[in-house]
């Protein structure tokens, strides 16, 4: 199959585009002309326009739930070839037929793709051992590409590289002496999250001396975290709903290291080769073999891989059990070589 311009259709969250931009990238390996347009929600647009792989963003959101003549239209206009459902929506899938989009690609394991589609790829991701960054390559397989790389092949490929320079007010707050940690506690129910009171541990046990702390989330998380975590620290930043993504995404790329659950932030950081520590539960999909991050500094923690109840698809509360020590075995080497080096720099 040809192509010259592809539209690749994720529409769920942050964590899951950023898994699926390695895609892009093996896809801008083996096709540099090719114009790739990413259709996905707005609220992960400045995600997917820092990777230069990607030519466009295109927002669901304008046409979602408006007929589907609307729908067909909007990607009809867009002129593609090809259209690559990483993340199966039935409504897309429909849109694109309409819209007489010539070359349909989607995993035969939805039966509205059997109608719908036109070129089917033959996986399962439930019952897989492949990482989700490594099951999106599957789909491009009707363009000619099969080979899958390997985990250690993925950091190379996000391509954030196109992360706007980070605003004074909030550079301004980054220690120059310190290492500079993000703690995302929230996962917006899409994940297990560790507890507030592992967090509020967490920070009690980094010295001030060494540890600048931020602790980040969205508006909505204002009231679920309220007062409970030690904020009156002389060393830890509330940056709780005073930030967009995009500024997300440039405080990430200028601090140290970050942790957090299984959701969006940890795999921006991992992208951008931070220091990424995941805390996950060996449940199910949810697993880190799964959706763990994926990046030269990246770590996803459990506490029992073998946990008889996760692996049973019980409900489970093991990750909260994950030792303090685990973190500290990563984050101090690294606060020891970062305080070393900005030392030297100043003198």
């Known amino acids: 199959m040809r192509a010259e311009?592809?539209?690749?259709?994720?529409?769920?969250?942050?964590?899951d585009v950023v898994l699926t931009l390695p895609m892009v990238g093996i896809l801008r390996q083996h096709y540099p002309l090719l114009e790739i347009l990413f259709l996905g929600r707005s609220?992960?647009?400045?995600?997917?326009?820092?990777?230069?792989?990607?030519?466009?963003?295109?927002?669901?959101?304008?046409?979602?739930?408006?007929?589907?003549?609307?729908?067909?239209?909007f990607l009809r206009d867009q002129g593609a070839d090809v259209i690559i459902h990483v993340?199966?929506?039935?409504?897309?899938?429909?849109?694109?037929?309409m819209g007489r989009i010539a070359n349909r690609v989607g995993t035969s394991h939805r039966a509205f793709h059997l109608w719908n589609c036109n070129r089917w790829v033959n996986f399962t991701r439930r019952k897989s051992d492949l990482h989700e960054s490594q099951l999106n390559v599957k789909l491009l397989r009707p363009l000619g590409i099969r080979s899958v790389p390997?985990?250690?092949?993925?950091?190379?490929?996000?391509g954030l590289t196109k992360v706007k320079p980070l605003g004074l007010e909030l550079a301004r707050l980054l220690s120059k002496s310190k290492l500079n940690l993000i703690l995302h506690p929230t996962t917006s129910g899409n994940a297990k999250a560790w507890?507030?009171?592992?967090?509020?541990?967490?920070i009690d046990s980094l010295p001030a001396e060494r540890y600048e702390i931020f602790v980040t989330g969205t508006d909505r998380d204002r009231e679920a975290i309220g007062d409970r975590l030690p904020f009156a620290k002389t060393n830890v930043t509330s940056l709780i709903g005073k930030m967009s993504l995009s500024d997300l995404l440039a405080f990430i790329s200028e601090a140290d290291a970050l942790v957090c659950a299984s959701t969006g932030p940890v795999h921006i950081?991992?992208?951008?080769?931070?220091?990424?520590?995941g805390i996950y539960s060996p449940r199910g999909i949810a697993r880190p073999g799964r959706y763990g991050p994926v990046g030269r500094s990246a770590h996803a923690l459990v506490f029992d891989p073998n946990c008889e109840k996760c692996l049973a698809g019980?409900?489970?509360?093991?990750?909260?059990?994950?030792?303090?020590s685990a973190i500290h075995e990563?984050?101090?080497?690294?606060?020891?070589?970062?305080?070393?080096?900005?030392?030297?720099r100043e003198g």
């Open 5 to 15: 311009r592809v539209i690749v259709s994720r529409t769920d969250h942050i964590g």
């Open 269 to 277: 950081a991992a992208a951008l080769d931070k220091c990424a520590i």
């Open 87 to 97: 993340y199966p929506q039935r409504e897309i899938a429909a849109a694109a037929r």
């Open 195 to 202: 507890s507030l009171e592992n967090y509020s541990r967490l």
């Open 314 to 324: 019980a409900d489970c509360d093991c990750l909260q059990e994950i030792p303090l």
């Open 150 to 158: 390997m985990l250690t092949e993925v950091p190379e490929l996000y």
């Open 43 to 73: 609220y992960t647009r400045a995600a997917v326009e820092c990777c230069e792989h990607v030519d466009r963003f295109l927002a669901w959101d304008e046409v979602a739930g408006s007929a589907m003549s609307t729908q067909a239209a």
């Open 330 to 344: 990563i984050l101090d080497p690294l606060a020891d070589d970062i305080i070393r080096s900005r030392r030297a």
